[in-house]
Structures are given as structure tokens and as C-alpha cells.
């Protein structure tokens, strides 16, 4: 399942004192619904200010583009994806933020260009996916799917946002310097927790809905290794100098069952002998 949102007041959130900083990088899947605004998807803000922070946004009304987006003080450095979203699709959105004056938006996998202005973040005390939060109010609800949300402390390469564009799981791209991740559905169950390490769940407002998940390609565990060779017990009872056969006769002894012509082989002094 996916987490579903309707455009007005749904949202998931997270308030607590963050420690995030450059270089980032964002990125989940979203089915766009409506094309009529500017909605926000996942954001890191700074509540008390009038719009600071980093977000992914889509932006129906500028073309239909997807966006890396830095704010400090209600003014805006945007970086708008090369290629356009589609309505009622899954697509793959993903922001990398090398520093303060360097951003870029990736849409399933194609790279917009490098956007320069020059914007300083202090901090920020909130994680939101469906909407942006500021001076203690919500706006640019997203109307649509999201699942697959997570959170890096590097700046992913092109090669890296491709896996995740082609459907890898977060948990498969650079794992390492992975901070958060809310795959939202899945394998993992209907629930907005951070399956990485459970330092950043998320709670829900105003009940948004789940649906069907995106295909995702997820970790495979170690398979288990092979048993240990075990040589099969002896038919017969193994006894030093006999050779069994099936029938009675000179230097063998009968054993019913046994097979004319074949030796135990597995005689306890080693020796097999063909009668």
C-alpha cells in the first residue's frame, strides 16, 4: 500500500529539532492528481519562519514541473526538472542539495540543470510529506500518492538517482549515509515509521487513506547456507570382515534384501568385496 492524500488537509508530519545540513538529498515516488497548484510533497522546514527550508515540489501551474526547492525567509531558489509530470501516474521525483548555492531536481531519473542562488538554511524542526509547514500553519497539500520517501546526508550521483528511478529500493542505494527512510506501505505494512532506524517516524492528520504500492525492488536476504554432507547410514549393520549378499554362501553372510552381485561398501574395515 501507499499513503493517499486529498489536496486539503492531509498530511504527515514530524516536529522535533533536526540536524540536517548539506550536502541532502530527497526523494519518493508521487501520483499526481490535479495540475491546478503548487503542492509539496516532502519537506524539511523551519516552522516558526515565514518559509525556510528544503522541499520537493510539484509545480502544475509552471508547466507541469517538478522542483528542488530552497527557502529561507519566504524568498525561493528554485531548481525545475527538465521534463514534465503526468496525472495519474507513479513517478519518481528526487533533490540533491550539494550547498547553499547549489540545487537540482531529478524526474524519473532525467536531471534538470544546477540552480545557483545562493540561499543559507540555519536549521529545521520539521519533516512533512503531503504538505509545507510555516509560523505554525499548513499549505501546498498535495493531492495524490506517495510512498518510498527517504532522506540521504550525501549528494547522490546521476547513476544512483537512476537506480531508485528504475524502482531500487532506498535500502539499496548507498545505505551508508542513509538517514531516513518511509517506504509507507509495502512489504513493511501500513505505517508511517522510519524503517531505517526508527529515529524519525511520522504521525498522521486528518486520516489520509493507503492504496496500492509502486513496484519496488527491496533487499533479498542472504540465503541460508547448504547442510552439511551427511554420508547415508548403512543399510545393513557394517561388521568387520563380513561382505553382505542375498543369498547365503562361502565368506558372505545372507542378508535379506541385499542385492546379488554387491558388495556393502560400507564394511567397517574398509574392505567390500563383489561375490
Not at 538529498?25 to 495540475?35: E, I
Not at 513517478?91 to 540533491?96: D, I, M, N, T
Not at 547553499?100 to 544546477?114: E, H, I, K, T
Not at 545372507?254 to 560400507?266: E, L
Request: contains cysteine; neutral net charge.
Amino acid at each position: 500500500m501507499a499513503r493517499t492524500f486529498n489536496g486539503s488537509n492531509q498530511f504527515l508530519r514530524r516536529a522535533e529539532a533536526l540536524s540536517f545540513t548539506y550536502p541532502l538529498t530527497l526523494a519518493l515516488w508521487v501520483y499526481p492528481q490535479r495540475s491546478n497548484l503548487y503542492e509539496d510533497v516532502l519537506s524539511l522546514a523551519r516552522s516558526a519562519d515565514n518559509s525556510t527550508g528544503w522541499f520537493l515540489q510539484l509545480r502544475g501551474p509552471d508547466g507541469m514541473k517538478a522542483a528542488a526547492v530552497t527557502a529561507y525567509q519566504n524568498t525561493f531558489a528554485i531548481a525545475r526538472s527538465s521534463t514534465t509530470f503526468t496525472l495519474n501516474r507513479w513517478c519518481h521525483l528526487a533533490g540533491v542539495f550539494t550547498g547553499a548555492s547549489s540545487r537540482m531536481v531529478y524526474l524519473d531519473g532525467v536531471p534538470g540543470s544546477v540552480e545557483g542562488t545562493t540561499l543559507a538554511v540555519p536549521t529545521v524542526d520539521r519533516i512533512l510529506i503531503g504538505a509545507w509547514e510555516r509560523q505554525g500553519s499548513w499549505m501546498a497539500y498535495f493531492a495524490g500518492y506517495a510512498a518510498e520517501a527517504a532522506v540521504w546526508k550525501v549528494a547522490l550521483n546521476s547513476t544512483e538517482i537512476g537506480q531508485l528511478a528504475a524502482g531500487n529500493s532506498p535500502l539499496l542505494v548507498r545505505p551508508g549515509d542513509l538517514v531516513a527512510y518511509w517506504p509507507l506501505g509495502g512489504p513493511f505494512g501500513n505505517d508511517d515509521r522510519d524503517h531505517l532506524a526508527g529515529l524519525y517516524d511520522l504521525t498522521a492528520f486528518n486520516n489520509p487513506g493507503w492504496t496500492d504500492h509502486p513496484s519496488i525492488i527491496y533487499p533479498q536476504p542472504e540465503p541460508p547456507p547448504p547442510p552439511p554432507a551427511i554420508r547415508p547410514a548403512p543399510r545393513f549393520p557394517a561388521v568387520a570382515g563380513n561382505v553382505w549378499r542375498a543369498t547365503a554362501g562361502k565368506g558372505a553372510v545372507f542378508c535379506p534384501g541385499a542385492v546379488t552381485g554387491c558388495s556393502a561398501g560400507h564394511v567397517a574395515a574398509g574392505m567390500a568385496r563383489n561375490l
